[in-house]
């Protein structure tokens, strides 16, 4: 046998009918029937059907007597039409199958672990032999599907001029609201090096070295909870350029977005995608990454409640509510009470408004006409409340909203809702020392304007940063950074980062940014929420080849493993015995 293979098993086609050709793949299914043996073979490609005769093949029919399934084979012989009876029009090759002169057992397989057609198998056991799941068409479509989008993307951003640099993995903390994974260094121990959470420093000093349009497939570890949309290390496009306005970024992000939409074959988004200021999105919608696939929005009642004789609405500082279009029984609204309660809800009030126009409340007794005004519902609805500070009243409504809109089948799932989010705030108080922190980094610009709240009136400062949201999805955040060293210096004091710590801690950038830093701005795409929404897939895990599992480790190597203490010892380290014993 000379050539592995003419055609790939899915390339066979009638108009091959005649010829012979050789294909080389793996066994889907074997069945014998009337004296042959039918193999149906597999590539990424596709399937084409092997008949083994053994008047026409006597050495390939006793071959075919050992093939079981996911042994490797290469065939040879001749394409031929099926019986009229025969096609099977579901598939691209249903018409034609290979009459075999020759075959060959290229490897066998052990028995599998589970059946590569069986769609109900376990996470876990996927991940653990993850190259047959990657066998599987589900995985061949989303890798083969990353590979296309992110091809597009490179091109896409080579096109509008930006070139691609690498930076460091190990390096100094950087600062995007995770834990490091740290790195320890066998030659100097006792200090480490800190994977990369994001190229976020380096890309900033590629604008003060000159490097006008830099971007980068970017993988960033962070050591955080992982979750349906995280994992501990993930790809980015990671971009930055010099002298943006907002909207100049927010331009190379839609022309990314519209060129992976047309390299799948598919309509892309209309540009330029809708903006909402962080504020509306809040109230309107309770989240800052609104899925506008539904209407359902959140409308405010603080005003028309100021004095209600309904204690819970007059005491409370803001009163909201949500007109759900169905009349919900007692138990569904208990249902909901309980889950607005997970939310830290108090309790849930309501009114249904019935198909007669009927008012059916606890709470109708002690509201006005003024008040049922301003809750005015169409009949047969349900006005759901929220009473209580601003942030826990969104935080309850914007997830109520989003249940609902399962629940009910609002959800339109054919469109695709591109958004911008912008003007988010510079800085939000932490919960539990009620100090200063950024919501993005520490690097993001203030909003032209706001400079001098940074000192008197940090919660009302808004910042020049935006995040791109698909389909309530947070497909990344970027901003206008701060170019001047005193508006940085400025933006740590209000933190309450002594000069000392903000020398320790970012001294090396803050003398880069007197050196002649033009004004600067970027983005970065997490390119695995991305490919997983292109690919319909409602896990990142689908569109990575080895991902993590929720617990963090990987099945298929093992990983992460005890060290021995040797090696610890080489690096200066001792484990606590509570830590593990290192071997
Ligand atoms: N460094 C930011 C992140 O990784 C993105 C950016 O501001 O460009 O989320």
Redesign the pocket.
């Known amino acids: 046998m000379t050539r592995w293979r003419d055609l790939y098993c899915g390339e066979v086609r009638p108009d091959d009918v005649g010829r012979t050709v050789a294909v080389a793949g793996w066994v889907a299914r074997r069945r014998d029937h009337g004296g042959l043996v039918f193999i149906d073979l597999r590539d990424h490609s596709g399937v084409v059907q092997l008949v083994v005769n053994p008047e026409r093949a006597a050495e390939a029919a006793k071959i075919a007597h050992d093939i079981r399934s996911e042994f490797v084979l290469r065939a040879r012989g001749e394409v031929v039409a099926r019986a009229p009876e025969a096609v099977n029009p579901a598939l691209a090759t249903g018409a034609i199958e290979l009459q075999v002169d020759e075959l060959e057992i290229v490897a066998r397989s052990e028995p599998l672990p589970f059946q590569l057609d069986d769609d109900g198998v376990e996470e876990p056991l996927r991940l653990r032999y993850r190259y047959l799941d990657l066998r599987r068409d589900r995985m061949q479509r989303n890798v083969r599907l990353s590979a296309t989008v992110i091809s597009a993307i490179r091109s896409s951003m080579e096109e509008q001029g930006f070139i691609d640099v690498w930076t460091p993995t190990m390096t100094l903390g950087t600062p ?1 609201g995770a834990r490091d994974f740290l790195v320890p260094v066998r030659l100097q121990p006792g200090k480490f090096f800190a994977l990369a959470q ?1 190229p ?1 420093l380096f890309k900033q000093v590629f604008m003060i070295g000159g490097l006008d349009r830099y971007y980068q497939i970017a993988t ?1 570890w962070r050591d955080e909870d992982l979750r349906a949309d995280r994992q501990f290390e993930f790809r ?1 496009l ?1 971009l930055e350029l010099a002298f943006p306005t907002r909207e100049d970024v927010l331009d190379v992000l839609e022309r990314v977005v519209v060129a992976s939409f047309e390299a799948l074959g598919r309509t892309p988004p209309p540009r330029p995608f809708p903006r909402l200021a962080y504020a509306d999105a809040m109230l309107r919608y309770g989240s800052d990454k609104p899925d506008l696939r539904f209407e359902l929005e959140i409308q405010d009642a603080t005003e028309p409640t100021r004095g209600s004789e309904f204690g819970v609405f007059a005491n409370a500082e803001c009163v909201r509510f949500l007109v759900a279009p169905t009349v919900f029984s007692r138990a569904q609204l208990q249902r909901l009470e309980e889950f607005a309660k997970e939310w830290g809800a108090k309790g849930l009030a309501y009114l249904v408004v019935d198909e007669s126009g009927e008012v059916r409340s606890p709470i109708a007794k002690f509201l006005s006409e003024r008040e049922l005004e301003a809750f005015a519902a169409p009949h047969g609805s349900t006005v759901l409340f929220a009473a209580d500070t601003p942030a826990k009243v969104e935080r309850i409504l914007g997830a109520l909203r989003l249940q609902l809109g399962e629940e009910l089948g609002l959800v339109d799932t054919t469109r695709d809702e591109f958004l911008w989010v912008l003007d988010f705030p510079l800085f939000e108080q932490d919960e539990d020392t009620g100090e200063w922190t950024f919501v ?2 520490p690097f993001t610009g203030p909003l032209e304007g706001h400079e001098d709240l940074i000192e008197s009136d940090p919660g009302n400062a808004l910042s020049n940063a935006y995040d791109l949201v698909w389909n309530g999805w947070e497909l990344g ?3 206008i950074r701060i170019h001047r060293q005193d508006v940085q210096a400025r933006v740590f004091r209000a933190m309450g980062m002594t000069e000392d710590e903000a020398q320790t801690k970012f001294g090396w950038f803050l003398e880069a940014l007197r050196m002649g830093t033009p004004p600067h701005g ?3 795409l997490g390119l695995d929420r991305f490919l997983a929404l292109l690919a319909g897939e409602s896990n990142i895990r689908e569109v990575i080849a080895f991902p993590k599992t929720a617990g963090g480790s990987d099945p298929l190597t093992g990983a992460p493993t005890p060290i021995p203490d040797r090696v610890l010892a080489e690096l200066g380290i001792a484990l606590k015995p509570e830590a593990g014993t290192g071997r």
Do not use: K, T
């Open positions: 995007e994001s976020q960033c980015q990671d993005h980094h955040s970027g901003s970027g983005f970065a």
